[in-house]
C-alpha cells in the first residue's frame, strides 16, 4: 500500500523535474533569436555613431551613480500568452537604470514599479492601488494594456495622477490626464487609410481584431473614407484566427482589384491573415495592403517574404530605427544593448515607446527645482512639459491642459524590403477629417502640430 | 445573399480547414481507440515541437531535421506522460483520464509562453517547401501543403483503422484500451503495447503538429486550442469511429467557410462546430442514454 | 461539533472585519475576487463532487451572469439584491434549458458537450460584448470613447464595502448549498454518486435531481457573475476566455470536490496565488505549470483534493510528531533529533 502512495507522488516530481529542464536547457533559444534580430546590421551609416554613443548621456552626471532618497515610478502592462507588453515597461527599466547610474534626478535614483495584470479588470484595478498604497509611487510611466486606462481611469483622476503610457483603450486619448507617445489603434489605421487613399484606391476594407472598442476604432477610418468618397467595409474577427484562409478571401473579394485591405491586429494575427492571402496567391489582387502600428516589426518583415515589398504599407507611429541616425536613436540603441537584458524584442517600436515615455518623465523630473518629490509637484511636471523634442516623435510632444490628448499625431508609414521595415512616406498628419482628431487640434492650437525641425 | 461565385473559393478554403480539423480529430480519435485516453494535449503537444523546429531553423538548422525534431519532441513528451500517468490512471473514468491529459496541456502551455515570448511583438512562423507552389482553383491558389494535410488525414484514417482492426498489434492495443487488467491476464504484453501506443501517438501528434503550424498558425494558444474545434468532429463520430470523424472534420469546415461571405452570419461562424456537435449528439442522444464509463461498460 | 461551529464563526468575523483592516486594498480587491470565484468554484464542485457532472463551461456561465447583471444595473435602477437574484434566475433558466437535452448524456460525453456549449456562448458573447450603457436589449454601445461604470451597491461603493458585501453574499449562497446538502437533495447526489442504477432502483427521480443540482450550480453561478460585474466595473468578452474553464476546473479538482472548503481552497488558488506570486515578480506562466501538475497530482493521488488531503497530511503529522515526543526520554544528548 505505502509502496503505490509513494510512486505517484515520484511521478509528479518527475515531470516536474522534466519542465524545470525543459526551461533551464531551452531558456537560450529565445534569447538567441532575439539577438539574431536586436543587434542591427553594421550599415555605414550607423555603426560608427553607435560605437562613439556613450549611455552617460541619459543622466546629468555621468558616471555618478545616484544615492539619495528614492523616487517612486510605477507601471502596468498587460502580459498574457499571445499578448505582452513587458518589453515596454523593461525598456523604461532600462533607461531609470541608465539615469540612477549616471547621476540619477538631482542624486535621487529612480524606482520603477511594474504591475502586470492579464486583462482582468479587478486584478488592474488591484494593481494601481498596489502601486499607490503599497508602493507609494508619485508617478505613472508606461501603462501599456488592452484595458487599462478604461478601470483606472477614474482612479487616477481621483488622486490627481496624470500617466504617461503607450496606450490601446479610447479612454487613453479621450481623457483629461492619460496621455500618449503612440496614436493608438484609431488613429493608426487613420494613418494606414489615409495613405491607402492618397493611393487612389477605389475601395477599402476595415479588418481588425475584435477587441473592446472596435466601434471608436473604425469611426476614425469610416470618416476619412467617407470624406474622400471612398466607399469602406468594417469587420471584425474573434483571435486567435485559425481560419485565416477565408478572412484573407473574404476581404480580399471585398476589397477587389483596385482596393486596399487595411489590417488592425497584433502582429501574430496580422501576420496568418497575410501570410494566407501569399499562400492562396491572392496577395496581388488587391491594390495595396495597410497595416496600424502593431505590424510595424522586423519579425514581421522576416516572416513575410520579398512579395511584400511595396505591397503592404504600415503606419509608423516612431521614427523608423534603422534609418535613423540621430544622437537620441542611437543613445536608444546603446542603451537597449547595455540595460536592456530583459527587453525581449530587441530594436524596435515596443522598446521605442518605453524608451520614449521614460525619456519624458526624466525630463519632467529634472524640472523640478524645489526638491521635493511628491504626487503633486511630479505630476504637476508631467503636465508641464510642453514642445519636448523626444528625438523619436514627428512631433514635439506637448501634455498640455486639454480635456484630451492625442500628442502624437502625425506619423511615418514603413513598408518591408526583404527582411527589414524600411521608410515609404515622411511625417504626415493625420487628417483632421476625423472629428477627435480635429477636437484635439481645436483645443491645443499649434502644439498639436509642432513639427520636429528637420 | 451573396451570388454561387462568391461560394466558390470558399468551397476550396472550406476543405483546407475541414483538412485541418481532420487532422487533430482524427488523431484524437486514434489515440482513444489505441490507448482509451482522449489526448487533450494533442495541440499542445505538436505546438511545443513545432516551436522547437522554429528555434532550430532560427538557430541555422535545416528544414528537415528541425521536422524531425518536432516529431522526436512531440512523440518524447507523449511517450513520457503515456509511460508517466498511464498505468496510474488506467483503472479510471475515461473522464478523468481525459482531464488528466489537460492538465499536461496547462504545464505545456505555461512553458511555452514562458519560452516563446510575445512580449517584443514577435511574430514567428513556420515554411514548408511546399507552401509556394499549387495548383489553382476558382481564383485562388492551393498550396501543396494543404493538400498534404488532407492526404495526411485520409492516410491516417485509413491506415491506422487497418492498422488498430488487422494486425495483431493493433487488436492488444485496443483490447487495452478496453481494458488493461484483463489484457494483461490474457499474456500481452502490456507495458510494450502501451509504449508502442503512445509512441505512435506522439509521432502523429508531431506530424500534424508540423502540419496545423504551417497551415493555420505558429501560435502556442492557437494551436493548444485548436483541439476544442476538432473534438466536434470527434464527438459526431461518438469516439468511435475514425472514417466519420475524417467526415465530420470536412463538413464542419466546409459549413465553417460557405458561412463567411453571408454578412448576417459571418461573426458568428467560429460557432459551427460547436453547433454541429452539440446539435448532432442531442439528435444521436434521443432515443438512448450515451455514455462512457466504466459502471455501464 | 460546537467548537468547529465556533471556529468558522470567528474565522468569517476576521475575514469580514479583519482582512478590510489589516490587508492593503491590492490585497483586499484580490480577495473580493476570492470572494466571487469561491461561489463559481462551489457551483463546479455541487455538480462535480455531487452529482458527478464535470462541466468544461463554467466561465461560459459565469458569463451569462455578469451579463444578465450588467444589462439590469445599467437599464433599471433595481436595489443589487434584486438584481443579483434575478442575474442568478436567469443563468438558473438558461442553464436548464441548455443542461436538460444534455442529460441524456454521461461521463466524457457531457463534459465534452459541456465544452462545445460554452464554446458557443463565448462566440457569441464575443459578438455582442457585455453591455455597457448602450441602448437596446444589448445595451452596447460600440464608439463610446468613456463609456459610463458599472453601478455599485449604495451601501458598499467603496473597495473595502464592497469586499464585506462579496463575503456576505458569499456566506448565503454557501448555506443556500449547505441546507441542499443536509437535505434530501444532498442524499439523493449521495445515492447517485454512488451509483446511479442503485438510485433509481430505489425510486430517486436521477433526471429531477441532476436538474435540481444544474439549476442551483447556475443559479448561484449566475450571483456570482453578478458580483464579478460590480467588482470589474467594466467588463469585456475578454475577461472569460474559454481556457479559464480549464484552469478553473483544475482548481476547484485540487482544492477539493467533496467539501465546501474546498472551494474556498479553490477560489485561493486561482486569484489569490496569482496575485501573490505577481507580487514576488514571478511570471504568471509559472501558475498555469502549477495548476497543471496539480491537477496531475490530485488525480493520480488525492482525488478528494486538498481540502481533503491537507487536513489528513497534517493529522499524520501530528501523530508522527506525537509519536516522536512520547518515545524521547530526558535529552541526554543520545539519538539526533
Not at chain 1, 505582452?84 to 525598456?91: G, L, P, Y
Not at chain 1, 523640478?368 to 514635439?396: D, E, P, R
Not at chain 2, 517547401?129 to 492551393?142: E, L
Not at chain 3, 479559464?244 to 467533496?258: A, D, E, K, R
Amino acid at each position: 500500500m505505502n509502496r503505490h502512495r509513494h510512486a505517484p507522488s515520484a511521478r509528479i516530481l518527475i515531470a516536474a523535474a522534466g519542465v524545470a529542464l525543459a526551461a533551464a536547457g531551452c531558456s537560450s533559444s529565445s534569447s538567441s533569436t532575439s539577438t539574431t534580430t536586436s543587434t542591427p546590421p553594421p550599415s555605414a551609416t550607423s555603426a560608427p555613431a553607435v560605437a562613439a554613443v556613450s549611455t552617460s548621456q541619459c543622466g546629468t552626471k555621468p558616471g555618478v551613480a545616484a544615492t539619495g532618497t528614492p523616487i517612486a515610478l510605477g507601471g502596468i502592462v498587460t502580459n498574457q500568452p499571445g499578448t505582452s507588453f513587458t518589453d515596454i515597461a523593461n525598456m523604461a527599466n532600462a533607461y531609470f537604470a541608465c539615469v540612477n547610474a549616471n547621476g540619477g534626478i538631482n542624486g535621487h535614483p529612480i524606482k520603477y514599479y511594474i504591475e502586470t495584470e492579464q486583462t482582468n479588470p479587478t486584478q488592474i484595478a488591484a494593481d494601481a492601488r498596489q502601486l499607490v498604497d503599497t508602493d507609494h509611487v508619485v508617478g505613472i510611466v508606461g501603462n501599456t494594456s488592452i484595458i487599462e486606462c478604461a478601470v483606472d481611469t477614474p482612479y487616477w483622476a481621483k488622486l490627481g495622477y496624470y500617466v504617461i503610457g503607450s496606450g490601446i483603450a479610447s479612454q487613453c486619448w479621450g481623457t483629461p490626464n492619460n496621455i500618449t507617445v503612440n496614436m493608438g489603434p484609431r488613429y493608426s489605421s487613420d494613418g494606414a487609410v489615409q495613405y491607402a487613399i492618397a493611393q487612389h484606391v477605389s475601395k477599402i476594407v476595415f479588418d481588425q481584431s475584435n477587441v473592446p472598442g472596435t466601434g471608436y476604432i473604425a469611426a476614425g477610418p469610416n470618416a476619412l473614407a467617407k470624406a474622400a468618397g471612398v466607399p469602406i467595409t468594417d469587420l471584425t474577427e474573434n483571435v486567435p484566427i485559425s481560419d485565416a484562409d477565408s478572412v484573407a478571401i473574404k476581404e480580399v473579394d471585398d476589397a477587389g482589384p483596385n482596393g486596399a485591405v487595411v489590417l488592425n491586429f497584433t502582429p501574430p494575427e496580422a501576420l496568418v491573415i497575410l501570410k494566407a492571402a501569399q499562400t492562396l496567391n491572392i496577395e496581388d489582387h488587391v491594390k495595396l495592403w495597410g497595416c496600424s502600428t502593431p505590424c510595424n516589426t522586423d519579425f514581421l518583415a522576416q516572416s513575410l517574404g520579398p512579395k511584400w515589398n511595396d505591397k503592404l504599407f504600415v503606419n509608423a507611429e516612431l521614427a523608423p530605427p534603422d534609418s535613423t541616425n540621430t544622437p537620441t536613436m542611437n543613445l536608444y540603441k546603446a542603451i537597449l544593448k547595455q540595460y536592456g537584458k530583459a527587453v525581449s524584442g530587441g530594436i524596435g517600436s515596443f522598446s521605442q515607446m518605453g524608451f520614449t515615455e521614460a525619456e519624458i518623465a526624466v525630463h519632467a523630473l529634472e524640472s523640478i527645482t524645489s526638491g521635493t518629490y511628491t504626487v503633486a509637484t511630479v505630476n504637476a511636471a508631467f503636465k508641464a512639459v510642453t514642445n519636448y523634442n523626444t528625438g523619436m516623435l514627428c512631433q514635439l510632444w506637448t501634455f498640455g491642459n486639454y480635456p484630451m490628448h492625442i500628442a502624437n499625431n502625425e506619423d511615418y508609414t514603413v513598408t518591408p524590403d526583404n527582411g527589414k521595415m524600411v521608410q515609404a512616406q515622411g511625417c504626415t498628419l493625420i487628417s483632421s477629417v476625423d472629428p477627435q482628431i480635429a477636437a484635439y487640434r481645436a483645443d491645443a492650437g499649434t502644439a498639436a502640430l509642432a513639427p520636429v525641425a528637420p | 445573399m451573396p451570388p454561387w461565385s462568391d461560394f466558390e473559393p470558399f468551397i476550396v478554403s472550406g476543405l483546407a480547414l475541414g483538412g485541418v480539423y481532420a487532422l487533430s480529430g482524427v488523431g484524437l480519435v486514434v489515440l482513444y481507440r489505441a490507448t482509451g485516453v482522449l489526448y487533450l494535449a494533442f495541440g499542445a503537444v505538436g505546438a511545443m515541437g513545432a516551436l522547437v523546429a522554429w528555434s532550430l531553423v532560427q538557430a541555422g538548422a535545416p528544414g528537415w531535421i528541425s521536422w524531425l525534431v518536432c516529431i522526436a519532441v512531440a512523440a518524447l513528451i507523449t511517450l513520457g506522460y503515456g509511460l508517466l500517468f498511464g498505468p496510474p490512471l488506467s483503472k479510471r473514468d475515461p473522464l478523468v483520464k481525459a482531464v488528466a491529459t489537460l492538465g499536461l496541456t496547462l504545464v505545456l502551455y505555461g512553458v511555452m509562453d514562458l519560452l516563446w515570448t510575445t512580449s517584443g511583438g514577435e511574430a514567428r512562423s513556420i515554411t514548408l517547401p511546399t507552401d509556394n507552389s499549387g495548383f489553382t482553383v476558382a481564383s485562388i491558389q492551393v498550396n501543396w501543403t494543404q493538400v498534404i494535410g488532407l492526404a495526411a488525414g485520409v492516410v491516417i484514417t485509413a491506415a491506422t483503422g487497418a492498422f488498430l482492426r488487422y494486425t495483431n498489434l493493433g487488436t492488444a492495443m485496443r483490447a487495452m484500451a478496453n481494458d488493461r487488467e484483463i489484457t494483461a491476464t490474457l499474456g500481452v504484453p502490456v507495458r510494450k503495447v502501451e509504449a508502442a501506443a503512445w509512441l505512435g501517438c506522439g509521432v502523429l501528434a508531431g506530424v500534424a503538429g508540423l502540419l496545423l503550424a504551417d497551415m493555420v498558425a505558429l501560435d502556442a494558444t492557437t494551436l493548444t486550442f485548436l483541439v476544442v474545434s476538432s473534438l466536434a468532429a470527434v464527438l459526431i463520430a461518438r469516439l468511435r469511429s475514425i472514417a466519420l470523424t475524417f467526415a465530420a472534420a470536412i463538413v464542419i469546415g466546409l459549413v465553417h467557410d460557405l458561412i463567411t461571405p453571408i454578412t448576417s452570419l459571418t461573426n458568428y461562424r467560429d460557432m459551427t462546430p460547436f453547433v454541429l456537435a452539440a446539435v448532432a449528439l442531442l439528435v444521436v442522444s434521443r432515443r438512448q442514454v450515451m455514455s462512457r464509463s466504466r459502471e455501464e461498460a | 461539533m460546537r467548537i468547529r461551529a465556533a471556529v468558522i464563526v470567528a474565522l468569517l468575523a476576521f475575514v469580514l472585519f479583519g482582512i478590510p483592516q489589516l490587508f492593503s486594498l491590492y490585497y483586499v480587491d484580490t480577495m473580493t475576487e476570492v470572494a466571487v470565484y469561491s461561489i463559481v468554484a462551489l457551483g463546479l464542485g455541487v455538480l462535480v463532487g455531487r452529482v458527478g457532472l464535470v462541466s468544461l463551461g463554467q466561465v461560459a456561465v459565469l458569463a451569462i451572469g455578469a451579463w444578465s447583471a450588467a444589462r439590469l444595473l445599467f437599464a433599471t435602477t433595481q436595489p443589487y439584491p434584486v438584481v443579483l437574484i434575478e442575474a442568478g434566475l436567469i443563468t438558473m433558466v438558461a442553464g436548464v434549458v441548455i443542461g436538460l437535452p444534455a442529460l441524456r448524456l454521461r461521463g466524457l460525453y457531457l463534459a465534452l458537450i459541456t465544452l462545445m456549449l460554452a464554446g458557443a456562448i463565448t462566440i457569441v458573447l464575443d459578438t455582442i460584448n457585455f453591455p455597457n450603457g448602450g441602448r437596446g436589449f444589448l445595451g452596447y454601445n460600440g464608439s463610446a470613447i468613456t463609456p459610463p461604470a458599472i453601478r455599485l451597491p449604495s451601501i458598499a461603493a467603496s473597495d473595502k464595502a464592497y469586499f464585506q458585501y462579496s463575503v456576505v453574499v458569499a456566506i448565503v449562497m454557501f448555506l443556500l448549498v449547505f441546507a441542499h446538502i443536509r437535505t434530501r437533495p444532498g442524499r439523493a447526489w449521495a445515492a447517485i454518486r454512488q451509483s446511479e442504477p442503485a438510485a433509481l432502483a430505489t425510486g430517486i427521480n436521477v433526471t429531477l435531481y441532476k436538474l435540481w443540482a444544474l439549476a442551483l450550480a447556475s443559479f448561484i453561478t449566475g450571483v456570482a457573475g453578478g458580483l464579478l460585474a460590480g467588482a470589474s466595473h467594466y467588463l469585456y468578452s475578454i475577461d472569460f476566455p474559454a481556457q479559464n474553464s480549464i484552469i478553473l476546473l483544475g482548481v476547484v479538482l485540487m482544492g477539493g470536490v467533496y467539501s465546501m472548503w474546498g472551494a474556498v481552497v479553490a477560489a485561493l488558488l486561482y486569484q489569490f496565488l496569482p496575485a501573490l506570486l505577481q507580487n514576488w515578480g514571478v511570471s504568471a506562466d509559472w501558475l498555469t505549470i502549477l495548476f497543471g501538475l496539480g491537477v496531475l497530482q490530485v488525480l493520480t493521488t488525492a482525488p478528494a483534493g486538498l481540502a481533503d488531503q491537507v487536513p489528513k497530511d497534517l493529522a499524520r503529522l501530528g501523530r508522527l510528531l506525537r509519536r516522536r515526543l512520547a518515545r524521547a526520554p530526558a535529552p541526554a544528548g543520545g539519538d539526533p533529533p
